[in-house]
């Protein structure tokens, strides 16, 4: 009989819809049952795509003898760490400071207040690996419970405490200055994995928000260092086994130091962000091999993660069936030299091996292979490799796909929207930029209410129950400023502005700090406020580069103070810990630099314009922001305020630069608004 996860619109609460535990979603009712009950509540937070979340499940939770122990002592609560990231990051600080670490899938017993009290992660059916089994740890929660209340709720009442004086103060009444983005420069060259690329050792995850800091401090300074640590690190990826060498796309990480063993799946903020790096550093440099990754990694959102509504889908899965009936972690993804040579033959076969380093001995499990490009001197004879590739690529086709979490989460597809716009301006693929234009609509139509509130999430076209959080509300604002930069239509500046009021009215305290919910959001046992990175930039820093760009774009001193009161937490921690602060390092390059803003006024139709706007969209100035008009528009009619005022120069297409609150003369010929931006040469 299927539980209460049968009417739930997140993929992965579904996957647990017909398991013998009686899982209740995350609601009051949860809560109020375990008090009627008198037990305490067993949360259970993972995602659709998460190996080891699909490993319990299969060992526990469709255990019949382990759910009646689970149905007998606990209200169970299963939720989406995607669909409800504030309740995650609560309860994933509480299992930090008990345990040392977290992840998931993230195991946490409650009181029926929702006070933690006992914490793990991945709990084995037996013990094993030096860990309990789940079994174990389940009777003997409940027995604690039943016979050492007192002791149970003080634990409680002394985490919550804890928690509750954990909030992050804004930092210092200033933003970063050169100063101390140079410090954060030095200690990234201090952590940099010169052999290999990234930073740190294994597991090693894509440093994609340090990677923007760097090329916009390159760019701002000079530096030849941060430059060479963005170039050696996005090779090492692209040729390593994370980066899918036949249908492209990124996996979420490698659990290895030199990018060879990726773990499978494939998240859309990962494919978004590095998109994006890759065409920043296709615009710096030129590099092909930059060029060939961005685009593969955008036609690979739009192939295997676009929905029939026009958004982007949350992920793909690691697992899939190996042929066998058994799901196994990358069946999908890897080949032996067997398998090489029933696609294509003994003597392509060889040449594939050797080019992709497929091996007998295999760099995964089992003698299997991930594809790889070990040697980039080697030449190949470029019409056999796309052979190659073009059979090897249908044969995979033919394999089980991995399963696909359908939800549309709205952050995610902010960083899409911005990702895809620019590598569609950059490379001409106004398919590109047409996805991206699809995605925006579906926010506004679907997520966005009249009130200018965001839903986190929808499925099939329909919004989830759960609002909006800070990233959310960022991220989709910077998505679609950088729609309008490409686009020209200002209509998206003016969505933005809506959302960002909203970060201003409800998710910002006195003290110009921000949090992660809004100030009507559901109450936690702390509000969830977090200034660093993770997979994808903070909300707090992302809402400071959101921001900064409205006002480049509208001239509003409150946004261009909020930012700047934003950023004052990158000035206390940037220098210490820029690895985990690089998006809000990347927004302070760009208030350093100006940031510089560029209105194109001219006919649509005429070449002349589109020159000069493709000219400001090359131009690498860190922050840069573009807005581009028909002339002899109304004053007070323009869409984009950036463009008050602008006229053509005796009757020809004009760009007007400014940067600082000054303003150069109107440049009408491209290259000269080029060499004036210093914009890259494209090759």
Not at 193 to 212: I, N, R, T, Y
């Amino acid at each position: 009989m299927p539980n209460r996860l049968a009417h739930e619109t997140s993929p992965y609460l579904l996957q647990h819809a017909d398991n013998p535990v009686d899982w209740w979603p995350w609601s009051p009712e949860a809560f109020a049952e375990a008090r009627r009950r008198d037990v305490p509540v067993l949360l259970s937070v993972g995602y659709s795509s998460c190996h080891w979340c699909h490993v319990m499940a299969s060992e526990s939770f469709e255990d019949e003898a382990v759910a009646a122990v689970v149905n007998e002592h606990f209200v169970a609560v299963k939720v989406d760490r995607e669909e409800r990231p504030d309740v995650d990051a609560v309860y994933m600080e509480a299992v930090q400071v008990a345990t040392g670490q977290g992840g998931w899938p993230m195991t946490v017993f409650l009181t029926p207040d929702a006070e933690p009290f006992y914490f793990g992660t991945y709990f084995p059916p037996g013990p094993r690996h030096g860990l309990p089994g789940f079994r174990q740890v389940l009777e003997g929660v409940a027995a604690a419970w039943r016979e050492r209340r007192d002791e149970v709720g003080e634990v409680a009442r002394r985490v919550v405490s804890d928690l509750s004086g954990r909030a992050t103060p804004a930092g210092t009444p200033r933003a970063p200055g050169a100063e101390e983005l140079h410090a954060a420069l030095l200690s990234l060259t201090r952590d940099f994995d010169a052999l290999h690329g990234g930073f740190g050792g294994a597991p090693k995850f894509p440093p994609s928000m340090v990677l923007e800091f760097l090329l916009r401090h390159h760019v701002r300074t000079g530096s030849e260092a941060a430059l060479e640590m963005v170039t050696a690190t996005c090779e090492a990826m692209a040729r390593g086994g994370m980066y899918d060498q036949l249908g492209g796309g990124f996996a979420r990480y490698a659990v290895d130091a030199s990018w060879t063993v990726p773990h499978f799946e494939k998240m859309l903020y990962d494919n978004a962000l590095l998109c994006r790096v890759y065409a920043h550093l296709w615009r710096v440099t030129g590099s092909e091999l930059a060029r060939r990754v961005a685009l593969e990694t955008a036609d690979f959102m739009v192939r295997e993660l676009r929905t029939a509504h026009g958004g982007f889908a949350s992920a793909l899965d690691a697992d899939s069936d190996d042929g066998r009936g058994q799901h196994a972690e990358g069946a999908y993804y890897v080949w032996t030299p067997g398998r090489l040579r029933e696609v294509l033959g003994e003597e392509d076969a060889a040449l594939a091996a050797e080019y992709f380093g497929v091996t007998e001995e295999g760099t995964f499990e089992a003698g299997a292979s991930v594809l790889q490009l070990p040697d980039s001197e080697r030449l190949v004879d470029a019409a056999r490799l796309a052979s190659v590739r073009d059979r090897l690529r249908a044969a995979r086709e033919r394999r089980p796909h991995p399963g696909r979490d359908d939800k549309v989460v709205a952050a995610w597809n902010g960083l899409a929207i911005a990702a895809l716009a620019e590598t569609g301006a950059f490379f001409d693929r106004p398919d590109l930029v047409q996805a991206a234009t699809d995605a925006a609509d579906l926010l506004v139509r679907v997520h966005m209410d009249g009130e200018a509130r965001l839903c986190r999430t929808s499925l099939d076209g329909v919004a989830g129950a759960h609002a909006g959080v800070l990233e959310d509300y960022a991220d989709v604002a910077e998505g679609f400023l950088a729609l309008c930069a490409v686009t020209g239509e200002g209509v998206w500046v003016e969505f933005a502005g809506l959302l960002l009021d909203t970060v201003l009215d409800r998710f910002t305290g006195p003290d110009g700090a921000l949090f992660d919910t809004a100030d009507d959001a559901e109450a936690l046992i702390r509000r969830p406020q977090d200034p660093t990175d993770n997979a994808a930039p903070s909300g707090w820093t992302a809402a400071a580069g959101a921001l900064l760009s409205y006002a480049a774009y509208t001239g509003s001193s409150r946004h261009r103070e909020a930012a700047e009161q934003a950023l004052g937490i990158v000035t206390a921690l940037g220098p210490r810990v820029p690895r985990f602060l690089g998006w809000g390092l990347a927004v302070a390059e760009a208030l350093l630099d100006g940031p510089r803003e560029v209105a194109v006024v001219g006919p649509a139709g005429d070449p002349a314009t589109r020159a000069l706007h493709r000219a400001a969209l090359l131009s690498p100035a860190p922050g840069l922001v573009v807005g581009v008009g028909e002339p002899g528009v109304p004053a007070g009619e323009e869409e984009t305020p950036l463009l008050a005022g602008r006229t053509p120069a005796d009757g020809r297409p004009a760009a007007y630069v400014c940067r600082r609150f000054t303003c150069d003369a109107p440049v009408t010929d491209a290259e000269e608004l080029a060499a004036r931006l210093g914009a890259a040469k494209e090759g």
